[in-house]
């Protein structure tokens, strides 16, 4: 029986903007929120935010829409400060590549942690501290996925 879900929850398998023909890894979802979603909250170490925000450049993101997606939670346009420039998030998704698994989240993830502190799954916590924005193994990814 078909489920239909309302939201994508967290680190379930991701199938929006995937070419399955091109690239046979399923990314685990991330911070799909929207307007009306439960999701934890807590602390995120400094650490963490600043190597998040380091695979939200626009060098690196992936499945890129013309028009930003204000916040779904605050309705707020966002923007950022990425290496000193103003980045407008909400039109684009990151890829995380872990040791065992790949992670995809949309840019605003940065958004949700620093103002809703939205709880990042620990695992994708832990990706994150070995993987690196722009090494051989995401640019793979990245390019697979343009
Ligand atoms: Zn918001």
Redesign the pocket.
Known sequence: MAKNKRYIEDLDQYEGCYDKERFGMNPLAVAFLQRGQRFETGVTTGKTLAKLLTFCDPRWVVCEIPQPRR??????R?VAEIGGAEVVLGSAEIRVVGEEEIYAAPD?VY??VT??NYLLPQEFVAALKTAKAGNIEHRAVINALR
């Not at 916040?71 to 707020?76: S, V």
């Open positions: 916040c779904p939670l605050c309705n707020e966002v605003l958004h949700y103002a809703h």
